[in-house]
């Protein structure tokens, strides 16, 4: 079976003029289980709250039209966001659903320094988007899928520290907004991390496969802290706890989904547990028609397709793909 993952880059409509490059892309990947980030919601006259119309207009006629369905919805409320939903299809049977998002590592709460006027309290630093936890039945044998979407590395508004919508009034406060998004991301990442341990608490033999975009590279905090390798625990008896970076089974010139001003990154990754890995047969990243995403968007030229390359890993579970 073949999973992959995909930033789609803010998919919204209209559609049509994405879909000679999107859907070549989708075929491509010939995806069993697809994690898809960046599904932008939309108001349909008549229906209360935001649907997902931009991603069936995409789907129709394809064969993930027809898959099962998880989504990731507002907090205490029912439909899509508006912006960066995560969405996971399977062409098997989905048990079970749910989204993570402070259920294990609450709020931080922080003093800031820079902003204008000056804060009267402490601020609460809240995750901009939950992950989604899927529960997927392949033949008989259960695989939970963590779907997720970390902060990018840009800086977080800070009250009256911005010029313009990208610009900063000082070096100071651009400083500390991006301290408050190495805090979200890293905290994402600790969210996951616990959930995890939770799953091989419960089953040491779980399958489970965390994929998406973590908006960082493999030696940086984020990843660390998901993996936990030994090397990071100093203990090998949590050697089975660790998560395996499924992107090592290619050449280093291979590993990057993303260019920018220029330079290859990896920052859409597949991690597995080890009772998955046991299964895992080959990855591929679908990076050949990469466009630099610093200069496209410096230019104002929207993907048709994706700045983000797909990454597909193919497992022996299940029946062949077709």
């Known amino acids: ?109 922080a003093r800031l320094v820079t902003p204008e006027p000056p804060a009267s309290g402490p601020s609460s630093v809240r995750f901009e988007r939950p992950a989604l936890i899927t529960e997927i039945d392949i033949a008989g044998r259960r695989l939970t899928v963590v779907n997720v979407h970390f902060r990018a590395p840009l800086a977080t508004a800070i009250a009256g520290g911005k010029s313009a919508p990208f610009a900063w009034s000082s070096a100071a406060a651009w400083a500390e907004g991006y301290y408050l ?13 616990l959930a995890v341990d939770r799953m091989l608490d419960a089953d040491a033999s779980a399958m489970v496969l965390v994929s998406g975009d973590l908006n960082a590279e493999e030696h940086e905090t984020p990843l660390r802290t998901l993996i936990a390798a ?29 260019i920018h001003h220029g330079r290859p990154q990896m920052v859409d990754h597949m991690l597995a547990s080890h009772a998955l890995y046991g299964h ?18 410096a230019k104002g030229i929207a993907p048709a397709g994706s700045y983000h390359a797909a990454v597909v890993a193919e497992f022996g579970l299940g029946p062949a793909s077709g």
Request: with cysteine; net charge neutral.
């Open 1 to 109: 079976m073949r999973i992959a993952t995909f930033n789609i880059e803010n998919l919204d409509v209209p559609v049509e003029p994405r879909l000679t490059v999107l859907h070549p892309a989708l075929e491509r990947l010939d995806a069993d289980v697809l994690c898809l980030q960046e599904v932008n919601g939309q108001r349909v006259p008549g229906r209360k709250g935001r649907t997902l119309a931009a991603l069936d207009a995409l789907l129709a006629g394809t064969r993930y039209a027809a898959y099962a369905r998880a989504a990731t919805h507002p907090p205490g409320r029912a439909g899509a966001a508006d912006v960066h939903n995560l969405v996971t299809l399977s062409r098997y049977p989905i048990v079970s659903s749910r989204q993570l998002l402070h259920d294990l590592v609450p709020p931080v709460e």
């Open 181 to 193: 998004s190495g805090i979200k991301r890293t905290g994402q990442a600790l969210e996951v991390r």
């Open 230 to 258: 030994p090397e990071d625990t100093g203990s090998a008896a949590l050697a089975a706890r660790a998560l395996v970076p499924l992107e090592r089974a290619l050449d280093p010139d291979r590993r990057y989904t993303i």
């Open 280 to 297: 895992f047969k080959s990855i591929e990243i679908h990076n050949e028609a990469l466009g630099d995403e610093a200069i496209g968007y």
